[in-house]
């Protein structure tokens, strides 16, 4: 896509990014992504290995951004430690094109030219958009390089799979300007402080069929799951959504859609595995069909119809003897009308959980299919937060910021 038609979004006006560029041939295409950001109002500074000079010419990304750029460590820049200097500056960092030798020397904490030296004192959130020839992407050297340093915090934006400068087919093309853009916007957001950690979420109402095109649901609008999988994601979390619901997909979560309390039951069960925390922000039905017609029942074939209904298991009850489930730390949600504090507390006992956010369902103003929510939020070990009405994205941070204490220390 061309970046002429991709806005920059607004996160990333008034910004000081740094852009570090290695030696691949995509450095170009980073010189447009320089003075788009330039234009937008952030300010921009780029360094440069020596082997991306050989690429582009320090003056083109000086014209583009107004600023001198940095090509060693040794070069004046008006402050007399140009090796920290930007890593000091910047409130944002962008590594594009990121060769695989700059992975490397990166994950190793090699200090050897301005590009690593500055990543090495840099205090501020992390992108790095690699690009290489297929071969060298798909390398474990490289992988594991780059798995550990996303695992530091760092947020990797994959390279796209297409035409590559060799002459190949295959991934290691530099990522879009909207997939870098929008990573960037990510790590802004983001505080990482839940870097490294994996969480399961799961969302919406189950939907138990009663024929092939009716089936038996309840109100749940999913939101609340959403913005708790989104938040975590933002927070840097791995974070996997199970849901019925269909919301626009967040950057960093990866949504598993299932339909039936059954479906949930089994996508649950595979995602536990390394698993640290998880929400049960799902409505599941208590009760399904005990049949369902294998063809559509006709209202002209069925002058009335009593439904035969069995009960669901509850989902946490039935994985509770997992193994995986073990080392989770779960926060169960309870929509409540009556006595939060009371049916919370009970509730958290019967599901073995070691939290419970319940909300007050017979308030208009939030809950179901709303945008707010409100509520309390109990731990097993008897502390109580009140959970002000705020938007489900903000009680989703407020949760988190509760939770994070209970987690194992990193
Ligand atoms: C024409 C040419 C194109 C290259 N393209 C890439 C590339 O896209 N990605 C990459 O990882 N290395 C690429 N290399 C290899 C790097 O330039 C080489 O590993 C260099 O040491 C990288 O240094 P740096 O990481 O300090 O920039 C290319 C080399 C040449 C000569």
């Known amino acids: 896509m061309p970046l002429d038609s991709t806005p920059i979004p607004d996160e990333l006006r008034g910004l000081r990014i740094a852009v ?3 030696g691949g041939i995509a450095a170009y295409k980073v010189v447009d992504l320089a003075s788009a950001l330039t234009q937008a109002g952030s300010e921009v500074r780029v360094a440069m290995t020596p082997s991306a000079t050989r690429f582009v010419g320090p003056p083109t990304f000086q014209g583009v951004t107004g600023n001198p750029v ?5 070069a004046p820049v008006g402050s007399p430690e140009p090796h920290v200097f930007l890593g000091d500056w910047a409130q944002l960092i962008l590594v594009a094109p990121a060769t695989a030798n700059v992975i490397g020397r990166v994950a190793a904490g090699r200090s050897d030219d301005i590009v690593t030296a500055t990543l090495l004192a840099a205090r501020c959130p992390v992108v790095i958009a690699p690009a290489m020839n297929d071969a060298m992407w798909a390398k474990p050297a490289v992988q594991e390089n780059v798995s550990s340093l996303r695992h530091r915090g760092a947020a990797v934006v994959e390279p796209e799979t297409g035409h590559l400068a060799s002459g190949h087919q295959g991934a290691g093309r530099l990522a879009s300007p909207p997939a870098i853009l929008a990573a960037m916007v990510h790590a ?3 505080r990482y402080d839940y870097a ?14 009663i024929d092939p095109v009716r089936f038996i649901s309840n109100y749940s609008s999913g939101k609340m799951g959403f913005a708790l999988a989104a938040a975590a994601a933002d927070r840097g979390a791995t974070v996997t959504l199970i849901t019925t619901a ?14 039936t309390s059954a479906e949930m039951l089994a996508e649950l069960r595979s995602q536990l595995s390394g698993a640290e925390l998880l929400f049960m922000a799902a409505a599941v039905g208590d009760f399904r069909p005990a049949r369902t017609a294998t063809r559509k029942i006709r209202r002209e074939e069925t002058p009335s119809l009593t439904l035969e209904l069995e009960p669901i298991g509850d989902l946490l009850a039935t994985v509770a003897g ?3 489930l073990a080392g989770v730390f779960r926060i169960a949600f309870a929509a409540e009308d009556s006595e939060l504090d009371k049916k919370g507390v009970e509730k958290m006992k019967r599901k073995g959980v070691q939290g419970i956010v ?4 017979s308030r208009r103003d939030i809950g179901f299919g709303s945008d707010y929510n409100a509520g309390v939020l109990l731990f097993a070990d008897g502390s109580r937060f009140e959970l002000e009405k705020a938007t489900k994205r ?5 949760i988190l910021d509760l939770v994070l204490p209970h987690l194992k220390k990193r």
């Not at 940095?70 to 040794?74: A, D, K, Q, S």
């Not at 950690?197 to 069929?209: D, F, K, Q, S």
């Open 188 to 190: 802004i957001r983001s």
């Open 358 to 361: 319940a909300n007050d369902i």
């Open 70 to 74: 940095l090509t060693g460590i040794w």
């Open 196 to 209: 490294g950690r994996r969480v399961v979420v799961t969302a919406g109402g189950t939907r138990e069929p």
């Open 20 to 22: 570090l560029v290695s």
């Open 394 to 398: 903000e009680m989703s941070d407020r």
């Open 246 to 259: 269909n919301h626009p997909e967040h950057h960093g979560v990866s949504v598993q859609r299932v339909d």
């Open 322 to 324: 997992d193994e995986a």
